[in-house]
């Protein structure tokens, strides 16, 4: 429609906008695509290039096993994918970069579905399908526009591809209306061939991109964000190509919910690039996308103390052995225009660790309001760790130890608001306020995690009867609901 094509040259001019800006400023600029995924009313206007997934799994009984996605393996969608890269590359002629996803969220070039045209091919051999539709669009193009691949979504551990649904059904997730395609899946994707395995799947594709201009981008942390866990295994692992290593603390756009300041952690994954041969970092400050759906408050020229990690990121950018306290305490002085006791510098970089606490449960990341999202969240993160169901399962014992915890991390929490205010008189008024606020979110962070995480672990002992009803341990389960409701109205 006239009013559709409006808006897309609209935000067209607001992109060049941007282009022009960064340009401006000395930077070069990439285009991110995520994972690809064609124009809206494309499904209607070439309902032929999309294909059903593989017949056992198709069906008409779930919104997920009725999913139509584009296949890669199919040449006129290899086609169209190349004729709109190289249509973006025409609409902004001063692009440096273009970058794609082999994964994200779209669910239409998952590169790793399974239809009837590609159920036998291998999935490296799908990527470098996907790759090549990729740099036949930039050649299209004429513009000399160097590829990138962002290697989101690839590097999970094993199971997550795979034997996390099995568990979810073994847990009994798939007895919840949204959830009761899981045995379905389980069942049809339990052949080898039809799921994904990173060691598997990524060093032939690498082969297969020897002597290639490409770049390959991945996160520092093995899955998503998180503090405090394994780091990525593929760090440096894509030899002969430039790697770059994002180095995230997106989870700021939370504020003011969240308080996060990482630098311990950013120099825990910017020493191992260093090490690993890695050719550059990438800050992530915002979710990628993000950045014009968020509220005011998640834009990083509005963040309080937080706004730190900018600086610790550019001092290990240069350095990662950078002095993370002498950063601190530059960051400091130039904010509130006088210099500050080094304690307030060291509570800043140690509000890391009370937040690694809150997020993690016996150092594994858990999370989620619901006891399925609680229970998807550690299938994600705790088989990074040896024997981890033995440490999280909520047992009486895990449970005494696990809220024993979280009540001392509150507490710590705690202190470290208590110690701020004692500087009250002896800083400038807005660095009190601010350390107040920002300490405060913190602690009301610590607080909800817990309340939820207990919550989480409560329900959970209940269904596999590692606790019964009995009327004081409802008492104490009421209690927790209370204060979760308490701290969540709080935040």
């Not at 159920?119 to 050649?139: N, V, Y």
């Not at 550059?280 to 020229?301: D, F, H, Y």
């Not at 509130?336 to 606490?357: C, H, Q, Y």
């Amino acid at each position: 429609s006239k009013e559709r094509l409006r808006l897309v040259e609209a935000n067209r001019r607001r992109v060049r906008r941007l282009i022009r800006h960064a340009k401006k400023a000395g930077l070069k600029t990439i285009y991110h695509t995520y994972e690809l995924a064609m124009p809206y009313g494309f499904e209607k206007a070439y309902p032929e290039l999309y294909s059903p997934p593989i017949k056992e799994y198709r069906s008409d009984r779930t919104p997920e096993q009725r999913q139509r996605e584009l296949c890669v393996a199919r040449p006129e969608v290899r086609e169209a994918l190349s004729q709109k890269v190289a249509e973006i590359c025409r609409a902004f002629p001063d692009l440096d970069g273009f970058m794609y996803t082999n994964n994200e969220s779209a669910t239409l070039t998952q590169v790793w579905h399974r239809c009837e045209h590609c159920r036998h091919i291998p999935f490296s051999r799908m990527m470098k399908l996907l790759h090549d539709a990729m740099k036949e669009g930039l050649r299209r193009s004429g513009r000399p526009v160097r590829l990138f691949v962002r290697c989101w979504g690839t590097h999970e551990h094993e199971l997550q591809y795979h034997g996390q649904y099995k568990k979810r059904v073994d847990f009994g997730v798939h007895e919840i209306e949204e959830k009761k395609w899981l045995p379905d899946r389980v069942r049809a994707f339990k052949p080898a061939r039809l799921h994904f395995k990173p060691s598997r799947d990524i060093p032939p594709f690498i082969r297969s991109v020897k002597g290639e201009d490409t770049a390959f981008v991945y996160k520092a942390t093995w899955a998503d964000v998180n503090l405090h866990h394994p780091l990525n295994p593929w760090i440096g692992k894509y030899k002969g190509h430039d790697q770059v290593c994002e180095l995230s603390f997106e989870r700021c756009i939370g504020w003011p919910r969240t308080f996060l300041v990482m630098g311990k952690e950013m120099q825990r994954r910017a020493k191992l690039c260093a090490r690993r041969g890695v050719n550059g970092l990438c800050l992530v400050p915002t979710n990628w996308g993000r950045q014009g759906l968020t509220p005011i408050t998640a834009r990083p020229s509005t963040w309080p103390l937080h706004e730190v990690n900018f600086y610790l990121f550019a001092a290990l950018a240069k350095d990662p052995n950078a002095d993370l306290q002498a950063v601190t305490e530059k960051y400091l002085r130039r904010r509130f225009g006088k210099k500050l006791p080094a304690e307030l510098a060291r509570l800043l970089l140690d509000a890391e660790d009370i937040a690694a606490d809150a997020y993690n449960v016996r150092g594994i990341h858990a999370g989620g309001q619901s006891l399925d999202g609680f229970y998807y969240t550690l299938l994600r993160y705790g088989p990074m760790f040896p024997r981890w169901e033995t440490r999280v399962r909520p047992t009486p014992a895990n449970l005494k130890r696990i809220f024993k915890e979280k009540d001392q991390n509150i507490a710590r929490a705690q202190k470290a608001l208590e110690k701020i205010e004692r500087f009250k008189n002896k800083i400038p008024a807005k660095a009190y306020n601010e350390f107040k606020e920002c300490f405060s979110r913190l602690l009301d962070m610590a607080r909800t995690s817990a309340a939820g995480q207990k919550y989480c672990l409560y329900l959970w002992a209940f269904k596999d009867g590692y606790l019964k009803p009995t009327m004081g341990e409802l008492d104490r389960f009421q209690k927790i609901v209370e204060s979760l409701r308490r701290d969540r109205r709080r935040s």
